[in-house]
T-cell receptor, first 111, second 114 residues
């Protein structure tokens, strides 16, 4: 039972490049979330999904897109990366709104 | 807009001490409050969840209290151990909406020394 996995673990991008972060969960959870964590700011919600085929905006959605084509996967895309998107990205999944299981994170640097 | 503050930002204590971490929030209209632990380079793990109708929750050496009307929660750690060294975050869930959009505090980094 792998829980919540994130790919990749580390990535360095140049400004303007695009990339997709993959989150996968094997717990059959309905809810999935993408957060970013920056020093001194705590975790902030980017986008979330309440089920396969659904997505919704969180607190800081600008510059990101998401897709939930399969229940077990939640993809976060950066179409044109900016230095302000340098952060650690965490994915979480939940079967009930209060029991979020977090992945290990992806450390992204945009130069 | 809900704001969650944790003081202190960092704390160092010798092994065996009892300690208290603080969390305050500006909007008392919450459904519940959670305390999480984050180890370096890792994700978050939920420690305790307190519903808005509860005053406290206990798990082993951890005790969390909630004073909803004053917008405060504390996490009490008894007989601290080096293995307790981590960052502790609190998060509140609003009492509206169903997708559990949590608002997190910035965390307290705890170091327990030998």
């Amino acid at each position: 039972n792998a829980g919540v996995t994130q790919t990749p673990k580390f990535r360095v991008l140049k400004t303007g490049q695009s990339m997709t972060l993959l989150c996968a969960q094997d717990m059959n959870h309905e809810y999935m979330y993408w957060y970013r964590q920056d020093p001194g700011m705590g975790l902030r919600l980017i986008h979330y999904s309440v089920g396969e085929g659904t997505t919704a905006k969180g607190e800081v959605p600008d510059g990101y897109n998401v897709s939930r084509l399969k229940k077990q996967n939640f993809l976060l895309g950066l179409e044109s990366a900016a230095p302000s998107q340098t952060s650690v990205y965490f994915c979480a999944s939940a079967n009930t709104p209060d029991t979020q299981y977090f992945g290990p994170g992806t450390r992204l640097t945009v130069l | 807009k809900q704001e969650v503050t944790q003081i202190p930002a960092a704390l160092s204590v010798p092994e065996g001490e009892n300690l208290v971490l603080n969390c305050s929030f500006t909007d008392s209209a919450i459904y519940n409050l959670q305390w999480f632990r984050q180890d370096p380079g890792k994700g978050l793990t939920s420690l305790l969840l307190i519903q808005s109708s509860q005053r406290e929750q206990t798990s082993g050496r951890l005790n969390a209290s909630l004073d909803k009307s004053s917008g405060r929660s504390t996490l009490y750690i008894a007989a601290s151990q080096p293995g307790d060294s981590a960052t502790y975050l609190c998060a509140v869930r609003p009492d509206t909406g169903t997708a559990s959009k949590l608002t997190f505090g910035t965390g307290t980094r705890l170091q327990v020394t030998l």
